[in-house]
């Protein structure tokens, strides 16, 4: 399923030659349209889910729609990218939400 695009936050990332989900998405899907000039997945069935879009995304405009085998409809997850950990925001099918922090790996 690929990622929701608020669309309110995505700024297609202006003044960049590439956007930075259309940069990180390895499959190539992330593009940003020539007329809204917001970002859109442009072969949703090729999305494998993988979030590299979604963790690279400055704005926070990028949202997981979670596969239903594992939330059903309207369970969604956020990363909150900070320098060393990346704090989750997981929302379930009833609106209620939970963050887990992870730290980063470093070498
Ligand atoms: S990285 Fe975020 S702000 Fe930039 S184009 Fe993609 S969704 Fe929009
Ligand atoms: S979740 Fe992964 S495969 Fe899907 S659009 Fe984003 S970067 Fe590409």
């Not at 499959?27 to 993988?50: F, I, Q, S």
């Not at 085998?69 to 609106?95: E, H, N, V």
């Amino acid at each position: 399923m690929p990622p929701k695009v608020d669309i309110r936050r995505c700024t297609g990332c202006a003044g960049r030659m590439e956007s930075c989900c259309e940069e990180a998405c390895p499959g190539d899907l992330m593009a940003v349209h020539p007329d809204t000039g917001k970002a859109y997945c442009r072969a949703a069935n090729e999305c494998w889910d993988c979030m590299s879009c979604v963790k690279n995304c400055p704005a926070g405009a990028l949202e997981t729609k979670i596969p239903y085998q594992i939330g059903y409809y309207k369970a969604t997850l956020r990363p909150i990218m900070g320098k060393t950990s990346i704090t989750w925001k997981c929302r379930d099918i009833y609106g209620k939400e939970f963050s887990y922090t992870c730290i980063n790996r470093t070498r």
